[in-house]
């Protein structure tokens, strides 16, 4: 465990965009950009997204509200550096800008974050990404206003402060991380869920499982040393505001989860995944995530030839929740013994019916295997291609999230994470 500091923080920060929610909500976005002043609108999109027509519907839209909007449906699903620079130069040769919307999952919101840094700020995308893989510098300059209106119900970046990417030479997925990142605005609207595939929805409702029992069970932030004012991060640990919405959002997904990868038409469990998407991520972007997420890193920039049901066919990869997930079982096994009392209360949370175990630290990992069973989900790093000859590479990569790690109950070391990846290979 950690030791106590000798001078204990006692101040935590939350932050998180205006939320609007519900059915049509996304039918409203002129009338709330208005408020800004905005007259010209880039929508950010990928393909899938723009053949639900839903991307050029909300252009249309705005364009009634005397602005002039343009429709950008290049992002990549699971973004690269190569393809934020894309985006970049697209908005940097028709802009300038006076506001972005992004609609889609995290990948377009995430692609539109990048955009707005770059578009306002001087720089190269690789100066801001998070040390040691990039420069980790903050933006210098305000960022436009920028509207996230997700169409998945997993990443919960509408409510974060960070944007992911490949960066592909590195063969590492990393991010950018900073406050002004943050969209002004979150429109949630359940009614744009109601396409997604079963395979997209078991994976990325996993990421939305994942920030909740991340940020539910990552250091209190009464553990770290105390912060001057500019030292203070988006990422400061447990607290009492951002626990309230992860309990609600795993309490959520028991109810939901599987009848939404079961049955997609199942407006009422839609609903239930957006709003616990939604929740999740007003934890989560301000407690932090640890060791799952700095797994899937790896994972995810690593991959050699696995295709997911539900994405877009061509190029290989592995889902941005998918890869959370396969290793959570062994890492929250890993970090039960820090704090026992999280760990066995999301158990209940996730799945009221399951018995304790007598080994209480099997709890939660076996509720979370026999989820990962039922929706579908790849049995460990295995079932994406993995085997333990990759596991030195994979505990590497992992090793460089170090803003991730530091957010975990307990101290993290190569080892450690060479030993839970190992036992992931495998699950069941």
């Known amino acids: 465990m950690f030791s106590t500091p000798s001078n204990p923080e006692s101040v935590f920060t939350y932050g998180a965009p205006a939320l609007k929610f519900g059915s049509g909500a996304s039918a409203e976005i002129g009338f709330d950009l208005g408020q800004y002043g905005a007259r010209r609108i880039l929508v950010i999109t990928d393909p899938g997204v723009a053949a639900t027509g839903a991307p050029q519907r909300i252009a249309e839209q705005l364009s009634g509200f005397g602005m002039e909007a343009s429709v950008y449906q290049g992002v990549r699903v699971e973004p690269t550096d190569e393809s934020l ?29 990048a955009v707005n840094l770059l578009t306002t700020n001087p720089g190269e995308l690789m100066d801001y990404v998070n040390a040691p893989v990039g420069g980790g510098l903050a933006p210098s300059r305000p960022l436009k206003p920028l509207v996230a209106v ?4 997993g990443t919960g970046s509408e409510s974060t402060t960070i944007c992911v990417l490949d960066v592909l030479d590195l063969k590492v997925k990393t991010g950018i991380s900073h406050a002004r990142l943050r969209p002004v605005l979150a429109v949630v609207d359940p009614d744009l869920t109601m396409s997604q595939p079963a395979g997209v929805t078991a994976a990325a409702g996993m990421d939305i499982l994942c920030h909740a029992l991340e940020s539910y069970t990552a250091r209190p ?20 505001v951002a626990d309230m919405w992860s309990e609600r959002a795993i309490a959520l997904l028991a109810r939901s989860f599987r009848t939404a990868v079961r049955d997609g038409d199942d407006a009422e469990a839609r609903g239930r995944m957006a709003l616990a998407a939604t929740f999740a991520g007003l934890g989560f972007g301000n407690a932090g995530v640890h060791i799952p997420h700095a797994n899937a890193y790896p994972i995810a920039g690593r991959v050699r030839d696995f295709h997911p049901e539900g994405y877009p066919a061509g190029e290989p990869m592995v889902p941005h929740g998918m890869a959370v997930a396969l290793t959570a079982p062994e890492a929250f096994r890993f970090t039960f013994e820090a704090r026992p009392e999280r760990h066995l209360r999301a158990a209940e949370l996730l799945d009221p019916s399951a018995a304790r175990p007598d080994d209480l630290s099997e709890y939660l990992p076996g509720v979370l295997t026999k989820l990962m069973r039922d929706i579908g989900l790849p049995d460990g790093i295995g079932g994406v ?19 991730l790690l530091s957010t975990a109950p307990r101290p993290v070391t190569e080892g450690d994470l060479t030993k839970i990846l190992t036992r992931s290979v495998a699950l069941w």
């Open 85 to 113: 620079l894309a985006a970049i130069e697209h908005a940097r040769a028709s802009g300038p800008w006076d506001a972005f919307v992004a609609v889609g999952g995290g990948s377009s919101i995430d692609t539109a974050k």
């Open 221 to 240: 932030y009464t553990s770290y040393e105390r912060k001057r004012p500019e030292e203070r991060v988006p990422y400061c640990g447990s607290n009492p």
């Open 385 to 403: 291609g993995y085997t333990e000859a990759d596991v030195p590479a994979l505990a590497e990569g992992a090793m460089k999230q170090q803003r």
């Open 150 to 153: 997700p169409t998945t119900t």
